[in-house]
């Protein structure tokens, strides 16, 4: 294999230069560009408290998609769904700062909408947003706030429209431009059907972005204007792409099978939906196995789009009913039928602050990180630098995280936040207690060794004044505000 290597970079290089010269086609026509600018805002936090990732001031660009209810379409990662943000602040095109407040964050897709004040910004149309299908080779315009800058656009070519990136699955195009960071957020602009088509969410930072086809924010919008919470449904599938030659040879699947999907679907890239992993206790364990295959569900043929797979699902679980799937497994096709479950009840809707250390119950993409299961749900990812907690607990080498489930404080036992805030006067009270607790991490041995090791753990624990009060952080989803109390 290694001789055939120069030919495979030569046609890497060959590939590359065809879509980089192909964007230099691309229109931007400085009158269309004026006409986007002021549809494109820059979105900066604060974070106080965060259940897992940094504390720390962050910025994402952000871009208006309904004037008249003020709606700014961003990334579920620009508003920071899982920390506590005490205020968002957008700066639009004219450089005028508003206040926002964050109406909805996806718990999969990689999207949020945020509203503010748009009445007198001077625009009188909406953008469009397309939910036609995007091919190959689609010429497009990014329309940002790279690096935080003022304004910022590049030229790009769709590469590959049926991609599936993020902590969860979700369906994602693959662009290919020259990519700084600070776009997150960001349009992507069809030029030959004037639509928005996409939003970025992330890159390699240097020749590819992808983006989330912009029917998963048409979704969230039509239920926004109707009054409605957003619903978010799903399987708890962790589902990839697995190429068909690799699926005939290891997994039985028919060449018939094959030929008749590659006809069917040739911006597949010969490549099919398989399940990766499966989330445990969600409603696909025990039902789906990993390697299975999706064709079907409730009687629809899903070809590559996960998106279409996600919406039908998200359908059939408003209303209440079972998706029915067709899969092939091991080269035999099978009917399964699953319960999806509302993915919005697993989002991290409260902390509480303790000594130093943040506790909060698992959501989606810890669960997946970690592989938790059972009754067991609070977990420690961070801890404040210089308290008891990050000095005993098994934190990732030269930071202040971990990701440690809670089955002990003290003498009492630990399955909800609830169960925490009840055991912490007491905890207050006597200064010293012990924890017990599972390392879904890593630990660095005395022979500088990875540990894995999952076994109860017990650890002793220090608490003094000096460490803070105990606090409990909760979203109020009607007001859209953390609300604080302490803990006595």
């Known amino acids: 294999m290694q001789v055939f290597s120069p030919v495979v970079k030569l046609m890497n290089l060959i590939f590359i230069s065809f879509v980089f010269s192909s964007s230099l086609f691309c229109d931007t026509n400085p009158k269309l560009l004026a006409k986007l600018q002021p549809y494109v805002v820059s979105i900066k936090s604060r974070s106080i408290v965060a259940a897992y990732g940094d504390v720390s001031p962050s910025a994402g660009t952000g871009f208006i998609v309904d004037v008249k209810n003020g709606?700014?379409?961003?990334?579920?990662?620009?508003?920071?769904?899982?920390?506590?943000?005490?205020?968002?602040?957008?700066?639009?095109?004219?450089?005028?700062?508003?206040?926002?407040?964050?109406?909805?964050?996806?718990?999969?897709?990689?999207?949020?909408?945020?509203?503010?004040?748009l009445k007198d910004i001077g625009l009188k149309d909406d953008l469009h947003l397309s939910c036609d299908p995007v091919h190959t080779g689609t010429n497009v315009l990014i329309i940002g706030k790279n690096e935080n800058r003022h304004f910022s656009t590049q030229t790009g070519v769709v590469a590959n429209p049926n991609e599936i990136e993020g902590h969860l699955p979700q369906h994602a195009m693959r662009i290919s431009l020259n990519m700084q960071g600070g776009g997150s957020g960001s349009m992507v602009y069809d030029?030959?059907?004037?639509?928005?088509?996409?939003?970025?969410?992330?890159?390699?930072?240097?020749?590819?972005?992808?983006?989330?086809?912009?029917?998963?924010?048409?979704?969230?919008?039509?239920?926004?204007?109707?009054?409605?919470?957003?619903?978010?449904?799903?399987?708890?599938?962790?589902?990839?792409?697995?190429?068909?030659?690799?699926l005939i040879k290891y997994y039985n699947l028919s060449e018939d099978i094959a030929k008749d999907y590659a006809k069917k679907y040739p911006d597949s890239f010969f490549r099919m939906l398989k399940v990766q992993s499966i989330l445990?206790?969600?409603?696909?364990?025990?039902?789906?196995?990993?390697?299975?295959?999706?064709?079907?569900?409730?009687?629809?043929?899903?070809?590559?789009?996960?998106?279409?797979?996600?919406?039908?699902?998200?359908?059939?679980?408003?209303?209440?009913?079972?998706?029915?799937?067709?899969?092939?497994?091991?080269?035999?096709?099978?009917?399964?039928s699953i319960a999806p479950y509302n993915m919005n009840e697993h989002q991290v809707s409260r902390m509480v602050v303790f000594g130093g250390a943040t506790f909060f119950e698992a959501d989606d993409v810890m669960i997946r990180r970690s592989g938790l299961k059972g009754k067991n749900?609070?977990?420690?990812?961070?801890?404040?630098?210089?308290?008891?907690?990050?000095?005993?607990?098994?934190?990732?080498?030269?930071?202040?995280?971990?990701?440690?489930?809670?089955?002990?404080?003290?003498?009492?036992?630990?399955?909800?936040?609830?169960?925490v805030i009840k055991a912490i006067p007491t905890l207050i009270k006597n200064g010293r207690f012990t924890i017990a607790f599972r390392n879904y991490g890593i630990k660095i041995g005395y022979d500088e060794k990875v540990i894995f090791n999952q076994g109860r753990l017990l650890e002793e624990i220090n608490v003094f004044e000096h460490d803070g009060s105990a606090e409990e952080f909760r979203f109020d989803k009607t007001s859209h505000d953390w609300t604080v109390n302490r803990i006595q």
């Open 71 to 117: 709606y700014i379409f961003s990334n579920a990662h620009v508003a920071a769904g899982n920390k506590v943000i005490p205020e968002y602040t957008a700066t639009l095109s004219s450089g005028k700062e508003i206040t926002l407040k964050l109406i909805y964050s996806d718990p999969a897709a990689d999207i949020a909408v945020f509203q503010g004040d």
């Open 191 to 246: 030029v030959s059907s004037g639509k928005v088509i996409g939003i970025i969410f992330a890159s390699n930072m240097s020749t590819s972005a992808f983006a989330l086809p912009i029917t998963y924010g048409v979704d969230i919008l039509k239920a926004l204007k109707a009054g409605q919470e957003p619903k978010k449904f799903g399987l708890g599938a962790i589902l990839g792409y697995c190429s068909l030659s690799d």
């Open 280 to 336: 445990p206790d969600s409603p696909a364990e025990g039902i789906l196995e990993v390697g299975d295959c999706v064709l079907e569900v409730d009687g629809n043929e899903i070809g590559p789009d996960l998106y279409k797979l996600d919406k039908i699902v998200n359908e059939l679980g408003t209303s209440g009913k079972k998706a029915e799937l067709l899969v092939v497994r091991y080269g035999e096709k099978i009917k399964l």
């Open 377 to 419: 749900r609070v977990l420690i990812t961070n801890a404040r630098l210089g308290s008891s907690f990050i000095e005993k607990l098994p934190m990732f080498p030269g930071t202040n995280h971990a990701l440690i489930c809670v089955e002990k404080l003290g003498n009492y036992d630990i399955f909800t936040l609830d169960d």
